[in-house]
């Protein structure tokens, strides 16, 4: 005769289900390397970089008359966009043509890109010096003045505000702006000595 079967007490019973139950969890787990592992982890190569190559840009200007520019310094003022330039060529290919009109609208524009340009100020006053408005570019020439970052164009701005100023037989004011210009150029070739 065989010995009765005893069953496990149930502390036993249940010490055994939470085993497997373990077993089966760890079972399931993904394997990843313990810390410190030198296994090779794989990770995309790097993309190479473009070549980016840099190009002078030139800004073109709508000038009634030619405004002294330093070519051989080194300006402060920041690089136009290409938007800007193409929007001057435009300004300038209109007013070549008559279009005095769409130049200042094509100029308007490129203002509202770069508020900060000084040049395209300049450019805005003469236009309208052209159209025989000047108090409109004794203004615009002001705002040249506050956008300067160099003598040579808030010297160039200063004369253009003689130029609106004469305009409108404002003769003291002319004079007046005329020795601010001057004053600039002299500080500007006071530099240049002192260089």
Known sequence: MTAPLRFPSRFAARA????CAGLLLAAC???TPPPGS?????????????????TPLSTPEIQEEA?????????SEPATSPAVLALVQQA???RQSGD??????????AV???????????????LRLAQNQ??????LALRAVEHARDNRTLSAAWQLVAKARRAQGDEAGAREAEERAGSEAAGRDGASLAA
């Open 16 to 19: 055994l289900v939470a085993g």
């Open 29 to 31: 787990a993904p394997m």
């Open 38 to 54: 030198s296994e090779p982890r794989s990770e995309p190569a790097p993309q190479p970089q473009p070549e980016v190559r840099s």
């Open 67 to 75: 405004l002294p520019t330093d070519r051989q310094k080194q300006s």
């Open 92 to 94: 300038d290919q209109r």
């Open 100 to 109: 005095l009109a769409g130049a200042q609208s094509t100029l308007e524009r």
């Open 112 to 126: 509202q890109i770069e508020p900060g340009n000084a040049r395209l100020w300049l450019d805005l006053a003469q």
């Open 134 to 139: 000047p108090e409109q570019a004794e203004q």
